[in-house]
C-alpha cells in the first residue's frame, strides 16, 4: 500500500508540470499582446499628436504673419487719397501749361506763316504789274500794321506785367527780380515769368507751414516738461509735509544754514517752495494771494 501511494504521488507530481508550464506560457503570451497593444495604441497616437502639433504651428504662423490688407482699405486711407490728389493736381496743372505752350506756339507760327505769304503776294502782284513803287508803298503798309500789333502786345504783356508785380508784390525786390531772370531763361515770357512767381510763393507758404509745425512741436515739448517738473514739485513738497519736515523747524535747528523767517525775503521763500522744501500754506499770506489768487 504505501509502495502504491509513494507512485501515485509521483505520477500526480508529474502530471501537474505540464499545467506550470502551459501557466507560464499563457502569462507570457498575455504579456506579449499586452505589450502589442500598448506599441499599437502608441504608434496609433503618433499621427494625431503629430497633427494636433501641425495644427498649432500653423496657427501660431498665422497669428505671426502680419494681416494682408486689401487695396480698397489702403485707397480709403486720408492719407493716401491726399497723395493721390495732390499728384492729380500737379498733372492737371502740367497738362495745362503744355496745353496753353502748345496754342502759344501755335498761333506764333500762324502769323509768321500769314506775314510771309503776304509778302510773296506782294512780291508776285509787284513781278506781273512791272510797278514795285506800288509794291514798295504796300511793303511800308504791311510793315507799319506789325509794328502797331507789336506795340499793342507789347503794351498788353507791360500791363499784364504790372499786374503780376501788384499781386506778387509783398515776395519782395529780390525774388521778383529773380523770377524775372527765371522768366527769360525758359523763353516763355510773362508767362515763365508767372510760373517763377507762383513756385516762389508756394515754396514760402511750404517752409512757413513747416515752421509754424516745428514751432508747435516745440511748445508742446516745453508744456510737457513744464508740467513734469510741476508735478514732480508738487509732489516733493507734499512728501516733505508728510515727513513732518516744515520751514519752521529747519529755523529752530533742524536745518542748519537756513536763514530765518525773519530775514528770508520773497525769493528765499519762492526758492524753497519750488524746490519743494515748504508747502504752500507755509508761504507768507501775501505771496499765497500772489500764486493761488
Do not use: C
Not at 505520477?11 to 502589442?36: C, F, L, N, R, V
Not at 513803287?133 to 498788353?156: I, N, P
Request: charged fraction near 40%; aromatic fraction near 4%.
Amino acid at each position: 500500500m504505501s509502495e502504491d501511494t509513494t507512485a501515485s504521488t509521483e505520477e500526480q507530481k508529474e502530471d501537474s508540470k505540464p499545467d506550470k508550464d502551459e501557466e507560464a506560457s499563457a502569462t507570457e503570451s498575455e504579456k506579449g499582446t499586452e505589450q502589442e497593444t500598448a506599441e499599437k495604441s502608441t504608434d496609433e497616437s503618433k499621427p494625431a499628436e503629430a497633427e494636433e502639433k501641425a495644427t498649432e504651428e500653423k496657427e501660431e504662423s498665422k497669428a505671426d504673419t502680419p494681416k494682408e490688407v486689401s487695396l480698397d482699405e489702403i485707397l480709403a486711407r486720408e492719407d493716401v487719397q491726399r497723395a493721390i490728389q495732390s499728384v492729380s493736381d500737379k498733372a492737371v496743372d502740367k497738362a495745362d501749361k503744355r496745353a496753353k505752350d502748345a496754342v502759344r506756339q501755335k498761333r506764333r507760327e500762324e502769323e509768321e506763316r500769314q506775314r510771309q505769304q503776304d509778302e510773296d503776294d506782294l512780291l508776285d502782284e509787284a513781278r506781273s504789274s512791272g510797278d514795285f513803287g506800288a509794291y514798295g508803298e504796300k511793303q511800308a503798309t504791311l510793315r507799319a500794321k506789325e509794328k502797331q500789333t507789336d506795340e499793342h502786345f507789347a503794351d498788353f504783356n507791360e500791363a499784364y506785367v504790372g499786374e503780376l508785380l501788384n499781386e506778387y508784390e509783398d515776395l519782395g525786390n529780390d525774388a521778383i527780380n529773380s523770377a524775372l531772370a527765371k522768366g527769360r531763361e525758359s523763353g516763355r515770357g510773362v508767362a515763365g515769368f508767372q510760373s517763377a512767381l507762383a513756385e516762389e510763393r508756394t515754396r514760402r507758404a511750404v517752409d512757413s507751414t513747416k515752421s509754424e509745425a516745428l514751432k508747435d512741436r516745440n511748445q508742446l515739448i516745453a508744456d510737457e516738461v513744464a508740467a513734469q517738473l510741476a508735478a514732480a514739485g508738487v509732489e516733493k513738497r507734499s512728501q516733505k509735509a508728510e515727513e513732518g519736515e516744515t520751514a519752521s523747524e529747519k529755523v529752530s535747528g533742524k536745518a542748519k544754514g537756513k536763514a530765518a523767517r525773519s530775514e528770508m525775503t520773497d525769493t528765499d521763500w519762492e526758492n524753497q517752495w519750488n524746490e519743494g522744501e515748504i508747502t504752500f500754506g507755509e508761504l507768507p499770506e501775501h505771496l499765497q494771494k500772489k500764486y493761488g489768487g
